[in-house]
Nanobody, 124 residues
Framework: QVQLVESGGGLVQAGDSLRLSCAAS????????MGWFRQAPGKEREFVAA????????GYADDVKDRFTISRDNAKDTVYLQMNSLKPEDTAIYYC?????????????????WGQGTQVTVSS
């Protein structure tokens, strides 16, 4: 079992930036893809970004593509989500997840370990 712990959330104003971190412990981290998802109040959880095992391939949801950047440091067993130009509609709980595969995917069913989430609130 892999334990995932997110951090870095908070309350910011529109246009600000935040960097989320997800530290992994337990089973091998480096041989799987990792992803970030989010769930806003009253909405379904949705895909945000994902990165393959090596960090060379990444995918993003359309509404964050030009503002968010996912990265990973396999030496530190950590994945990051740099969020720039934040908007009120980015307000959500952000979850880190570990994939069952080495290639990234936007399908939640391919992720078998989830963190507890970190709250991001963007005020207008």
């Amino acid at each position: 079992q892999v334990q995932l712990v997110e951090s870095g959330g908070g309350l910011v104003q529109a246009g600000d930036s935040l960097r989320l971190s997800c530290a992994a412990s337990g089973r091998a981290f480096t041989i799987t893809a990792m992803g970030w998802f989010r769930q806003a109040p009253g909405k379904e959880r949705e895909f945000v970004a994902a990165i393959n095992w090596s960090g060379r391939m990444r995918g993003y949801a359309d509404d964050v593509k030009d503002r968010f950047t996912i990265s990973r440091d396999n030496a530190k067993d950590t994945v990051y989500l740099q969020m720039n130009s934040l908007k009120p509609e980015d307000t959500a709980i952000y979850y880190c997840a570990r994939s069952q595969r080495i290639t990234w995917s936007d399908a939640q069913a391919e992720y078998d370990n989830w963190g507890q989430g970190t709250q991001v609130t963007v005020s207008s």
